[in-house]
């Protein structure tokens, strides 16, 4: 059984015009993910924002819900938040990883477009199921990752799709989906 | 095929402490569950708010990404946000859904509570390929639809669950879930 690991990346990812931003750090990114990646069981979502001021507002949210009056009146989010780490790039997310495992996670792309060697939903789930392999998933703020970073992952995960062509999903819906696909009942 | 609708309740809802209140409309659960809803096909969302001044608020931050510059600068948006209504109370959804269908939705409760009589994803899935009769999802705000409410309805779906105890999941992360486990691909 591996252990996952989910990364949300505010920079460098793509705007609407193609080009390379800086996302900010947005309250509901926090609770959401962090509340998801608790349903699933994951080991660690880290936030990774290279501007220090977008990482210590990240850290102020988080310590109202995990000290003091937050932590009092919402344990179930105070739980949620105990598995989150703001980090400053990716390098420092591996680090980490590598601190705690052993060995470097298999890095999982997620992009809402189509690329030519993407692995099924299935197959990862087989993987994980099976598989000693730390995972890393990497999700894109904005318009998604740089075509550059997906493309050096070990592995692209297909794009989400329903019954229609549409496929425009919040990162915070795309992360759900994809957990549950992974390791729902 | 059954067509699909949608309805977020803001009122009447449990708070934390199980007492009846009403929620404030957030931005993101229209734009999260407008675009869901769009990915996934359904027929309409219903924004349910018994508060005039509330209904009006939602109106307005619709309206910005249904004309002029928001349409402009996001047509994805405007697309999500066309299937989106405001209603002031359940009656006025069903009203609305009758009017459309020529009859009454089938009433699908979704609660993180367990109730006695569920009914399985699997099964709903297959209801909605093989029979005609509308379906509507009811999601609640807050701590979750009234039990009175939900006993009330046809159907009430199965909590969802990962492979933890723990299901403290955003209204926005469960219509994902949801919508993807009984349409996605």
């Not at 931003?21 to 509340?35: F, G, P, Q």
């Not at 660690?44 to 990240?58: C, G, I, S, T």
């Not at 598989?131 to 989400?160: R, S």
Request: with cysteine; net charge negative; charged share 25%.
């Amino acid at each position: 059984m591996a252990d996952i690991y989910l990364a949300l990346i505010h920079a460098p990812v793509y705007n609407k015009n193609m080009e390379t931003v800086a996302t900010s750090i947005t309250n509901l990114d926090l609770h959401d993910i962090a509340r998801c990646s608790t349903t699933y069981g994951l080991k660690r979502y880290f936030v990774v924002h290279p501007a220090e001021a977008q990482r210590l507002l990240a850290k102020r949210i988080m310590g109202f819900w995990q000290e003091g009056y937050g932590a009092d009146y919402n344990p179930d989010r105070q739980e949620a938040f105990s598995r989150v780490k703001i980090a400053m790039n990716l390098n420092e997310v591996y680090a980490e990883i590598e601190a705690e495992q052993g060995v470097t996670p298999v890095k999982v792309a997620t992009d809402a477009r189509k690329y030519a060697n993407t692995v099924t939903y299935a197959q990862l789930r087989v993987d994980i199921e099976t598989k000693e392999a730390p995972i890393l998933l990497l999700f894109g703020t904005g318009w998604g990752l740089l075509k550059e970073d997906v493309e050096q992952m070990d592995q692209i995960l297909e794009p989400i799709y329903g019954p229609t062509d549409y496929n425009h999903l919040s990162v915070r819906s795309a992360v759900a989906i994809i957990l549950d696909r992974l390791r729902g009942h």
